[in-house]
Nanobody, 128 residues
């Protein structure tokens, strides 16, 4: 139904910024809620941020609140993750994911098994 391709990862010094992009194929991007996940070596995949299909519900993991911003441009079928004040502990492979589930009230889905489609990931490395 949808193919996701991440870009924008790379090497950055602590305190720097990166903007990740996730481009979706097809003509139905606005029907999906979107999430950004990350996975560091030896650790489980964790939610970073999520945004509802209309952008009305936005959620972040506590460790990135105030530093990261998720946004989407449905006209461009793209979701973004602006990452500021990066820390070495942010180093991970970052994945975008799409869900057909409707975000309920102020709740955004945060579990990997709640998402239907995944990108291949983009590496983010933050040096100290």
């Amino acid at each position: 139904q949808v193919q996701l391709v991440e870009s924008g990862g790379g090497l950055v010094q602590a305190g720097g910024s990166l903007r990740l992009s996730c481009a979706a194929s097809g003509r139905t991007f606005s029907t999906y809620g979107m999430g950004w996940f990350r996975q560091a070596p030896g650790k489980e995949r964790e939610i970073v941020a999520a945004i509802s299909r209309s952008g009305g519900i936005v959620s972040y993991v506590d460790s990135v609140k105030g530093r990261f911003t998720i946004s989407r441009d449905n006209a461009k079928s793209t979701v973004y993750l602006q990452m500021n004040s990066l820390k070495p502990e942010d180093t991970a492979v970052y994945y975008c994911a799409a869900t057909l589930r409707t975000f309920i009230g102020t709740y955004a889905y945060t579990r990997g098994d709640e998402y239907d489609y995944w990108g291949q990931g983009t590496q983010v490395t933050v040096s100290s």
